[in-house]
Nanobody
Framework: QVLLVESGGGSVQAGGSLRLSCAAS????????MAWFRQAPGKERERVAS???????TYADSVQGRFTISRDRAKNTLYLQMISLKPEDSAMYYC?????????????????WGQGTQVTVSS
């Protein structure tokens, strides 16, 4: 099992920036793909960004060019740098880990999840 702990959420105005962190511990050698998901009230959980073991990132169209996912293996930490934030980015953000060799866009493919960190963007 992999324990994931997110941090870095908060409240910002539109156009602002935040950096989310996700510290991983436990059986981290089993992790191939790590991802950030978000879920707004009344909406389904959606993948925001993911990165495979070799570092190849994937982004949702809605965040392409504004969000950057990165993975520090030495620190077992995943990051999500968010700039030019919009009110529609407001959601609970979750870190997730998967042992699959590729990064699936489906939340069902991820076995381990963090508790989430709230991001609120005001207009």
């Amino acid at each position: 099992q992999v324990l994931l702990v997110e941090s870095g959420g908060g409240s910002v105005q539109a156009g602002g920036s935040l950096r989310l962190s996700c510290a991983a511990s436990g059986y981290t050698s089993s992790v191939s793909c790590m991802a950030w998901f978000r879920q707004a009230p009344g909406k389904e959980r959606e993948r925001v960004a993911s990165v495979q073991r070799d570092g190849w990132p994937t982004y949702a169209d809605s965040v392409q060019g504004r969000f950057t996912i990165s993975r520090d293996r030495a620190k077992n930490t995943l990051y999500l740098q968010m700039i030019s934030l919009k009110p529609e980015d407001s959601a609970m953000y979750y870190c997730a880990a998967s042992a699959f060799p590729w990064c699936s866009p489906s939340a069902d493919a991820y076995k381990d999840w963090g508790q989430g960190t709230q991001v609120t963007v005001s207009s």
